[in-house]
């Protein structure tokens, strides 16, 4: 079933239509993500990778210095706030339009973001579990943020894929954590069911197939399953070569009411919506849905 959908976000005081979808574009500076493509360090390494964003047609860049793969490293907070400053510093500096995006879960790394770098959106894939301070701090802050759900840590998080029934317990979670941030003064808030986080590859198709159950939340909804390993382990391929099954999972995301797509390759995301967009025309501009 086509999501019909009209949401917008408030980013630096102007209203953002997510009508077409946006696309982020990932910027990890960390020396162990995942995917070595979107890995940066230096700084002419940060310049192209933004660049390269931009010109794709990304709308956002979330820039992240913490990984969280199962199996990364704990990171201190100074130490992620020293790998974020020289990207955070650049695109403030020399990309001051660039809607950018923290991914973090500490209050203290998303008040410098903000307060000193000009950050527009936090990121948390804790949803607020991991540092009881973040609520408080965005809605302070007053930028969107990003409530993900995962059960646990990201070093834990595999431990934790038993539920009673999947899209109803993260249905229940977001229930209670947008009432807190509601209650907490946060204005704008953007849904990540979280794909790969506590849930099994079978789990992670299950989810895509109820995506649209989301929807009653009336929030927007972001999608970040680029290259992951529900597609290589999948195909029996490596992250490498997941770009076609990635594509083929935006495509299905988006028909199913996905509002931003977070990926490593902006280029073959714009694409999609733009493809997803001209397929669903009449539907949008009619106000119906299709099967």
């Known amino acids: 079933m ?95 339009e660039a809607l950018v995006s923290v991914d973090t879960f500490r209050a203290g790394i998303a008040r410098r973001a903000v307060e000193m770098y000009g950050a527009a959106l936090i990121n948390d894939i804790s949803g607020g579990s991991l540092d009881a301070a973040m609520f408080a701090a965005v809605a302070g802050l007053k930028v969107p943020y990003i409530l993900m759900h995962m059960r646990g840590t990201p070093r834990t998080m595999q431990q934790f894929t038993t539920y009673d029934h999947l899209i109803v317990d993260i249905r229940k979670y977001f229930a209670g954590k947008v009432c807190e941030l509601e209650l907490a003064g946060v204005n704008d808030i953007i849904l990540d069911p979280g794909f790969g986080f506590s849930k099994t590859r079978e789990q992670n198709f299950e989810l895509m197939r109820g995506l649209g159950e989301f929807a009653l939340f009336g929030l927007p909804l972001l999608v970040g399953i680029s290259r992951k390993s529900m597609i290589y382990e999948t195909l029996g391929i490596t992250s490498g070569e997941s770009l076609n099954g990635t594509s083929v999972l935006h495509t299905l995301a988006l028909l199913k009411g996905a509002d931003i797509l977070r990926v490593h390759d902006v280029k073959e995301a714009v694409e999609a919506v733009r493809l997803v967009e001209q397929y669903s025309k009449n539907d949008f501009l009619c106000g119906c849905t299709s099967a």
């Open 2 to 96: 086509l999501q019909v959908n009209h949401k917008t976000i408030q980013i630096r005081g102007n209203l953002v239509s997510l009508r077409p979808p946006l696309v982020m574009g990932i910027l990890n500076v960390t020396p162990d993500s995942f995917y070595a493509g979107s890995r940066q360090q230096t700084e002419a390494g940060i310049h192209s990778r933004i660049t390269r964003i931009l010109e794709e047609g990304g709308q956002i860049i979330d820039v992240g210095g913490y990984s969280s793969r199962p199996s990364a490293g704990e990171v201190t907070e100074e130490e992620e706030m020293r790998r974020l400053e020289p990207a955070l510093r650049i695109l403030n500096e020399h990309y001051p």
